[in-house]
């Protein structure tokens, strides 16, 4: 992952463990309304793929085993990982693409409400993505996939040869001169993998994503809502489809690119045939981008804007993240794709303990602040979710006392101790295990590998029944912790 080059080292504090007087006073644990649902607390588990369904896109064992986990810690919510509103492959991602899906996901919705004995909600993010794929090997690349087409023979001086001779002076060549004869997403597909945009609209599934994409969210949410979810959670934020409509980088010229009016078109028009599936009734928001955290991408301003919108169209919650593009991404190795948090823009998503001035605890909180304060002047109740390097309960009750947001989010925290919550609602904070912020996590997610917290994941290996992962030597979930008078 990208670094600043400041380097300085943070570390995790655990700040004052409050006394139970003090949590039934604080804000944190108070109740928020989202829409028609009541959370008791304003604690969060945002979206984390945790590599544990298998390559149809099943609720597994492991899948169940991994939320109950969070559920036993009981915070107010918790957002199942990004899942697949197609149909189609896609690795070990789950999927929430077909009514076969429904009954794995209520199993799901029941574990985390048993769980948490009732305390917490489940919601579900759903997702679009469009396809990139993995750096070719260069000769695989111009004998199978490069097109040779009249530009390329022009730049090479070889309008006559046959095709065979020009993909064999492209293999023979060197490679210093490949990025100039090559054009740009010639020159992406060989040294990133291709990958496409929703800009390219010479394609015919690229062109119909606005006409497709409504009629798919919302038959996923409908799923969502048989499966008994609370609420679902549009994923209009990081690499995925939809943030790359709003994306200041989006020039389509039929409507849906441009103006920032014309990139909120479609996840507005999404909004609205998700709402329509699931009734006036139901809990349906979205995590978008406070901020793109790439040249070219929009400001802060944009997205002041959009979460006014999409407040007044009538979501009940919005939840913020920054960055995670594949624009800013390191270059894969051959064999590999690219993984949206690896350049500058991966690092504001998920900042590591090695940062700049700024370092990694909350820099998303001011930008989310001026969303919300946008969102209360126009005269709406919209509950903000903030997520990003939150640890500890000072710092989370002074966001909300603050008025930065009205829920906070903890993903990494709530990895590295599940019970963080819990133990601090119960006057133990000071036995919180807190998160050290290396990203070894999000280095097991680059590499599509079980996520697990190394703080946790080689204690208790002889555990009795205890699950592991494929080259078992990491246990998949934390070891359990009883409240003193449990
Ligand atoms: C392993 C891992 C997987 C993640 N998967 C998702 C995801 O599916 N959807 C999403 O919106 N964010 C995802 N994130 C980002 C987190 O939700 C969160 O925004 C980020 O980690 C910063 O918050 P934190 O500092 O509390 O960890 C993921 C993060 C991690 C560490
Ligand atoms: S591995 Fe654990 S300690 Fe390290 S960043 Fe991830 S959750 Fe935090």
């Not at 655990?14 to 949590?23: D, N």
């Not at 944190?28 to 969060?44: A, D, E, K, N």
């Not at 001169?177 to 054009?183: A, C, H, I, M, R």
């Amino acid at each position: 992952m990208w670094k600043p080059p400041q380097r300085i080292k943070f570390y995790s504090q655990l700040g004052s463990a409050p006394t139970v007087e003090q949590v039934q006073a604080s804000r944190l644990f108070s109740p928020v309304h989202i829409g028609p649902l009541t959370l008791p607390q304003r604690t969060w588990v945002p979206a984390m793929v945790p590599w544990r369904s298998n390559d149809e896109g099943w609720v597994t064992e492991d899948v169940l085993q991994w939320y109950g986990r969070f559920a036993r810690g009981r915070p107010g919510a918790i957002v199942i990982e990004a899942t697949g509103i197609r149909d189609v492959p896609s690795g070990p991602l789950l999927r929430i693409g077909h009514d076969r899906y429904i009954e794995g996901l209520q199993r799901l919705v029941q574990t985390i409400h048993r769980e948490s004995q009732g305390q917490t909600r489940a919601l579900i993010q759903i997702i679009d993505f469009l396809n990139i794929r993995r750096r070719p090997e260069p000769a695989k690349y111009f004998e199978r996939f490069l097109r040779i087409t009249p530009r390329l023979r022009q730049a090479l001086g070889a309008q006559d040869w046959n095709e065979e001779a020009v993909r064999e002076h492209l293999i023979q060549m060197d490679p210093q001169q490949w990025p100039e004869v090559l054009d740009a997403r010639e020159w992406e597909a060989l040294h990133m993998g291709a990958r496409e945009r929703v800009t390219d609209t010479e394609w015919p599934h690229i062109q119909e994503l606005p006409q497709v994409l409504p009629g798919l969210f919302a038959a996923a949410a409908g799923r969502a809502q048989q499966a008994g979810f609370d609420g679902v959670e549009l994923h209009y934020a990081h690499a995925y489809t939809m943030a790359s409509f709003l994306s200041a980088t989006n020039l389509r010229t039929d409507g849906y690119g441009g103006a920032r009016e014309q990139r909120i078109r479609l996840p507005l028009e999404v909004y609205a045939a998700v709402r329509q599936a699931v009734g006036p009734q139901y809990v349906v928001g979205c995590r978008y981008l406070a901020e793109e955290c790439i040249d070219g991408g929009h400001t802060l301003d944009d997205a002041v804007w959009f979460g006014e919108q999409f407040a007044r169209a009538g979501m009940d919650f919005i939840s913020t993240s920054r960055g995670g593009k594949f624009d800013d991404a390191k270059q894969p190795g051959v064999g590999s794709s690219a993984y949206p948090y690896t350049g500058r823009s991966g690092y504001e998503c998920m900042p590591q303990y090695l940062s700049d001035e700024q370092g990694p605890f909350g820099r998303n909180i001011a930008a989310t602040a001026r969303i919300r304060s946008a969102i209360r002047a126009a005269g709406l109740a919209t509950p903000v979710v903030c997520t990003g390097g939150v640890h500890n309960f000072d710092m989370a009750e002074a966001m909300l006392a603050r008025g930065d947001c009205d829920i906070v989010g903890t993903a990494r925290q709530s990895l590295a101790d599940p019970d963080w919550a819990l133990k601090t609602s119960l006057g133990l904070g000071d036995q919180v295990r807190l998160c050290e912020y290396t990203n070894y996590c999000e280095g097991l997610d680059q590499k599509h590998k079980q996520v697990t917290c190394q703080l946790w994941d080689r204690m208790e290996l002889d555990e009795p029944g205890l699950r592991k992962s494929s080259d078992g030597k990491r246990r998949l979930v934390a070891p359990a912790w009883e409240p003193p008078d449990a």
